[in-house]
């Protein structure tokens, strides 16, 4: 009801454990905060909140024009619904290593159990695009060595996200990935690796934690979590997957109004008004006021 009753400090527990553990752990992507409703009931170990998804719901390409105050906001809200661990994608860490250190301790404040901070500078692009520009080794490491001063609770994540290898290969990656673990980074995100022997490379050459992105429609192909197990990987995240689901079931739905003139065609495939409520656990408001919850009628419950 209302909130998450687990607090920022036990989920930053919970996503180091989840990062130790022998099974990878995986973060679908959340594109609103109901949705994490649906991903912790399926047993994920996380949340994960995609910094293009962000922009995209705002109408808005992923190019770094959403400011830290609508991460931090949008990531909060999200946060507080699950009782999981929620990863935000920090982009850059918009703007100078200083805005790197605000935008850590915001993200503490808005509960969250870590963020990924890139090497690419701006206008940013998504990883599997062409084109990309990063930033020199001595800025890329100013960056972590800024967040990593400025959090206070040091079970909060920082990880580093290098986009170097679709610039300048496979072994200035695992260098950069190297030198942003010597920062203190708690974790590695190598962006666009070609194929699952650069993932294992990079897992069995660092000393941290390395992360996969599984986004569709990108560089790497869609590897299984038993394959980016064996490969060394500790977390998976599926970042855009959600939002491109639902987006081409409301294309589905809006095409069957327009046409056929109602969207009866598409009721089987809908979440149930039973099933809504359920997650939102309508009926658990009567301990407020008993009337709340008092519309079902004896033997005819809600579809
Ligand atoms: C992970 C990512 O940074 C994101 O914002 O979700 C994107 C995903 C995508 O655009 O498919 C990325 O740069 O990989
Ligand atoms: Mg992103």
Same mark, same amino acid.
């Given at each position: 009801m ?6 920022a400090?036990?989920?930053?527990v919970?996503?180091?454990?989840a990062l ?8 679908p992507g959340?594109?609103t +905060? ?5 991903i912790q009931?399926?047993?994920?170990e ?6 293009g998804?962000?922009a995209?719901?705002?109408?808005? +390409?992923?190019?770094?024009?959403t400011?830290?105050t ?8 999200i946060?507080?619904?699950?009782d999981l661990?929620c990863?935000?994608?920090a982009?850059?860490g ?8 605000r935008?850590?301790q915001e ?5 969250l159990a870590g963020?990924?901070?890139?090497d ?7 990883g599997?695009?062409d ?6 080794e ?13 959090r206070?609770d040091s079970n909060f994540?920082?990880m ?7 610039v300048?290969g496979?072994?200035?990656a695992?260098e950069r990935a190297q030198?942003?673990?010597d920062?203190g980074?708690d974790?590695?995100?190598p ?6 022997a650069?993932?294992?490379?990079m897992?069995s050459n660092l000393?941290?934690?390395v992360l996969?992105?599984m986004?569709e429609f990108g ?19 599926? +970042?855009v ?13 809006l ?9 009866e065609s598409?009721v089987?495939?809908m979440?149930?008004?039973a099933?809504l409520y ?8 009567n301990?407020?006021?008993?009337g ?5 009628? +004896?033997g005819?419950?809600?579809?």
């Open positions: 209302l909130y998450s009753n687990v607090t400090e036990e989920k930053r919970a996503f180091r454990e130790a553990a022998d099974e990878v752990a995986q973060f959340a594109f +905060p109901l949705s994490t409703k649906l009931e399926q047993g994920f996380g949340v994960y909140i995609s910094g998804v962000l995209n719901e705002l109408g808005l +390409p992923d190019i770094g024009l400011t830290l609508e991460v931090a906001t949008r990531a909060g809200q946060a507080r619904t699950t661990p990863l935000v994608d982009d850059t918009f703007g100078e290593p200083m805005n790197v250190a935008t850590i993200l503490e404040n808005a509960g963020c990924h901070i890139e690419q500078f701006n206008p940013k692009r998504c599997h695009l084109g990309k520009n990063v930033v020199d001595e800025t890329a490491v100013k960056r972590i060595r800024a967040a990593v001063e400025a206070r994540v920082i580093a996200r290098t986009d170097i290898r679709g300048d496979f072994d200035a695992l030198k942003l673990a920062a980074a974790a590695i995100f962006e666009a690796m070609a194929d699952l650069e993932f294992e490379a897992a000393d941290v934690p996969a992105n986004t560089k790497s192909q869609l590897f299984t979590k038993q394959q980016l197990q064996d490969a060394g990987v500790s977390m998976i995240i599926y +970042p997957t959600l939002q491109r689901q639902a987006m081409g079931a409301i294309e589905r739905v095409s069957a109004i327009r046409t056929q003139g109602t969207q598409e089987d495939n979440l149930t008004r099933r359920e997650l939102v656990d309508y009926n658990a408001y301990q407020f006021d008993t709340v919850f008092n519309f079902e009628v +004896p005819k419950p809600l579809a």
